[in-house]
Structure formats: C-alpha cells, structure tokens
C-alpha cells in the first residue's frame, strides 16, 4: 500500500539525463499544446487533477488495470480518475504537485515517439514495463506510485468485490 | 472536553500545567494519568477526532482519516510504506492489538548498553502488569483464530518451528477483520475508548486538528508550544500552550521532525537519528482451498523460530500473518494488466505472511522547508541478507502449510512450486522496491541513554540538557525492539507521566 508518489521533479533533473531536458521542455510545450479534450460535466467533478493530468493518469490505468478477460470492469466504468482525484485531495499539497510533475513527465517525458496519451497499447505497455523494472530507483517508484493509485481507484469498489471473490464491507456501502 | 482547533477564530493562548504533543499510546497514556493527579493537561492533535459510528470499512474512506498521508507515507527513496497512525488515539485505532512485552533480552541490552536500569524486565514488571490491566489485554481465544493464521499454525507444527498465539486487547470483538481500518464495532481497548474518557472527565482538554509547529524554550527550559489550526489542510490561527511541562509523544516521526523545527539543544547531533522501523516483506502463498484472510483477527499467531533478541545475531526476523483488504494487497501484488489481475482474482486463496525485520539499520527524520518529515532510511547488508532469508522462511512455512504455489513480490516475481526453488532469495540482491517493503512501527529517534553522549533523552523520558521537556512515545527506544510496540510505548507513557509529576512536585 504505497499510495502517495515520491518522486519530486527536482530529483528527476538531477539522476535522469534526458529527464530533465525532456521534463523541462514537456512542461514549457504542454501548456501551448491543445488536444486534451475532456467531458466538461467530467472536469467540473475534478477536486486536484486538470483534465489534462486526468486523462494522462485515465491513459496509465487503462493499461495498468487492462482486463484479463471479457466481463471485467473497464476502469472508465469504475470511475477510477475520479476516485483517485477525490483521494488525492486528501493529500498534502506538496505531495500532490509531485504527482502532477510524474503525470506530467508520463506524457511528455517518457518516449521519443510522442506524448504517452497518443501512443497505441503495446507502445505504452512497452513503456510501463521499462518503468516497472527500470535500473532507476526513481523510475520504479513512479511506476509503482501510479500503479498504487489505479489499484486503490479501481479494486475499492463493489462491482470489482467480486472479480476478486471478495464479499465487501459487512457495513451497508453507503454508510 | 475535545474541541477542534478549526474553531478558532483568531490566535489564541492557554495556560496548562503540562501540554503534550500527540495522543497515540505513549500520549493517550501520559495525558490519562497526568489528568488523574490533578493536572492541567492539554493535548494537541494533529489530525481529527473519528468515532467508530463512522467507520465505513473501505480502505479509500478509511486511509485518508486514519493515516498520515492518506496512507502514502514512505521514506524519500519510496520503497518503503511507513503506515502510521492520525488523529486521536493515533496508531492505537487501527493497529492490530497485539499485545507483547519488549522483548526482556532487548531491556537486558538497553540496561547494558545505554545505562538504563530502571528499564530492565524485573523493574518494568508492575508497570507492564498495570498497562495489560488497564487495556484489558488477554490471550487470543483459539476460536478466534481465521485461516491465515492458521496455516502459519500448520506450517510451524510441521516444520518443528517456535511459535504460538498471541495476546490483544479487544473487547467484544465480532472478527469482522477489518482492525487496521478503524473497528466500528469499538473492540479496540485503545486510547479513544480506555483512557481518553478518563483524561476528559478529570479534565483533560484535547485539540484536534492542529499541527505543533514549534517548542518554546525560553531562558533555557521548555516553557510550552506553539500549534497552528488545520482548516482543510491550509494554516489558521496559532495556538500557543504555555506550560510548566512539554511531551512530545506524536511518534519517532512527529516528535523528531517537531524536534528538529524547533531546533532544540542537540550537543550530540543526536535528534532525528537512529530510527527504526521494523521493515517487512511479505510473501503469499497459493492454497487449493479458500483461504479468505480477510474474516476474523488479522494476526493472532506468531513465528518465532527466526528471532533470538539477541544483539548482533542475524536470527532478526519475526513472522506474522499479514493479510491486507483488496488496495493493501492487490497494489503489492507484481507486474501490471492482464496478467496483474489474474493474480488479483487469486486474492480469496491466497495466504499471506511477513518477515518483519527486528532493524539495526538506523535511518534518520529529517524536516522539508515546509516543515514535512522526511524520512530517509536504507536497510544494510546485514538487513538485507537477515530479510532475504526471512522471506526464504514464510515461503517455507507457506508450503508446509500445503500451498501449492508460494509467491515473492519481486520486480521479476518469484513463482515457486518446490521449497528448494525458494533458495534464491536468501541471496536476493534487494534493491529499493524490489521488493516492497512496508512498515507500522517507527522508533527510536529521541533514544534514551543515561550518557547525554548517547541519548537525547534520560531513563525517565527527560530531555538531557532542557528542563521541562519530555519525550513519550516510540522516539525513546535506543534500539529497534523486534515485536510489537504499542504496550512498550504505552508503559513509557505511563512511566514519563510519573517523572512529569515528580519534577513539578519539586520544581
């Protein structure tokens, strides 16, 4: 259980070579970029996240929590960003920036063929599996931060109980 | 009277006689017992006041109210979680009750070592018996013990391993299994239920809400603190407690981080230094049979076949059943996708156990800009190799339980189906977050010794170098202790209450 991201952006720009550079200029470029187009019904639901870092952080999980066969839920039916947001605004403010600067660094850092929320599948699978092994220590925690947070949007929530054969709280839910 | 510093409007000053910072087990203890003789006492308390009515058994309600960062505290390099208790009653309203002594060949060693004498078992005896009296503290009903536990049973009869039940403190307990979230059935006889009521009713007052920022020293004594109001995590008005006596007891993370703001005397650069952790691995185990670790008492049975106590020996790692709700386990689960959530449907028959490590690595909290504990700590070679080899060790219980598979959260996951296919973790090259380690039990990082040379604080919990200021929580153990904590933290905090009493009788 290791919800809250450690990884701050100055220490990227320190241990990564191209980190910095790629961090520095995906910063500068993102917010000229367009092209983050969300539900605005979606987006006034959102407490910490623009909608840009929630659909870069909706993309991860998509692969992070990728079913493994028909009849799971999609983490959009769960509402996995959402939950995640709603927890993230119980967070201290600092720890909460330096998971925007790992969104961020996801989208606009993490490979040369283009922002993470356009690549296809296999190429962002490609990506999260370098992370999740990488020789970098702040890699690995950034992998497993993101993954903490798509696990605890996605598997606190009734329609998942049961794909894990979990019967749920013996308190009424929606105590 | 409990009121939350929310409601202040603007900076505000009280008197007291005593002022404590914290109300965990060695702050809930102090404040109780200060309250009986007659204290003034006020207590300061950084996150809120939860009752078991509102308890809702789901982890992503339940982590933000009841743990420091929502759950996500780790040390800075991220690969350890550092589960630690918020809010009144601290770690006390989602521990897992055990109840153990310190172990008496640790109080040997700190007698020996550090110069504490009055700490040795013969003299703790009577206040230990006192605590377990007070805490209704009793052995587990073997009735009471679920599947997970056990297996762990099982494994060690078959294996010829030491071990046994434990002890705890519930009342009326229903074995929902959901303790480390808060009990809403109020079965925990913790702070909020035994001792807070008692503090209260002889007038104890307790703040919520409010984060102490800095100890006022003034011409060379600790004269009181100066808190400031919570409101929705942004800073509000300050609350100044002035005092003839300071406790700090708001963990080995909070008391030295608080320590280290208000850059207290320090000759030694001792303040922050020496924390300990336990750091545990877990390690599942694939069972035919449901398992469902997560009805009834999470731990009620240890292993102790791997742990002697004794200082320097690599025999360092106590076992214990670790079962986790859906977040806490799937998340430590390995790999991500498809594959990741075919493991996650093994959840209801799995077993889970975890070496925790009886720690002589020492760490350090250290202190942000902004006034954030950091924590920095690195397990050594000696850690390293001992938690390899106690991970080896639930693999082999797990199988001699009857597990058909046993798996090791490694980077590169560790599938076994033979015990010998285990041995390569005794030589694991661990590395930060491979694999995750997690942690409940910081301490040590305001030791006592008897020489100012080695302690920042004294046998009785005084401060060495700073009249009027105490330390009441896991901050004063000296070494890791290498078992559950909560009653040791709950006798200091009823042995520091004694020295503060005596010191203002004479002052």
Redo the contacts between chains.
Sequence with gaps: MSPGPRISRRQFLRRTLLGGLLLGAGAVVGRHLTGYQLDPGLATRLRVLSPKEYLVLMAVCRRLLAPDEAGAPAPDEIGVGLNVDRYLGELDPSLVGQLQALLHLVEHGSSLRGRFTRLSPEAQDEILATWESSRLDVRRQGFQALKTLAVLGYYDDPRTFALLGYPGPLLPLER | MIRSAQELREDTTLTADLVVVGSGAGGGMLLRDAALAGLRVIALEEGGHHRPAT??????DM??RLFQ???????????I?V?QGRGVGGSTVHNTNLCKRAPDRVLEEWAERFGLADWRPARLADDFAAVEALLHVSDIDPGQVNRNNELLLRGMKRLGWRGGLLRHNRRGCIG?G?CELGC?YDAKENVPKVLLPEALAHGAELFTECRAERVLVEAGRAVGVMARALRQ?QPGPTLTIRARAVALAGSAVGSAALARASGLPDPHDLVGRNLHIHPAAAVAGLFDE?VEG?VGIPQSVECTELIDWEPGSPRRIWIVPAF?H???L???MP????????L??R??YLAVLAAMLHDESAGEVRV?R?G?PELHYRLNEADRSALGRGMQACGQLLFAAGAREVMVPL??PLVARTESELAPLATHPY????P?L?AVHPMGTLPMAASPEHGVTDGRGAWHGLPGLYVADGSLFPTSLGGPPQITIYTAGRRVARSILEDLRHA
Excluded: K
């Excluded at chain 2, 960062?69 to 690969?79: E, F, I, L, N, Y």
């Excluded at chain 2, 790999?335 to 075919?342: I, K």
């Design positions: 308890f809702t058994q789901r982890e992503r982590l933000p960062d929502a759950g996500g505290r780790q040390t800075v390099d991220g690969a979680t589960l929902s959901f809403a995590g449901p997560y986790a859906p977040v806490g799937v998340a430590m790999g991500f996708g498809a594959a990741h959530m075919r996650a449907r959840y209801r942000t902004a954030r980077t590169r590395r930060p977050l491979d995750l997690s």
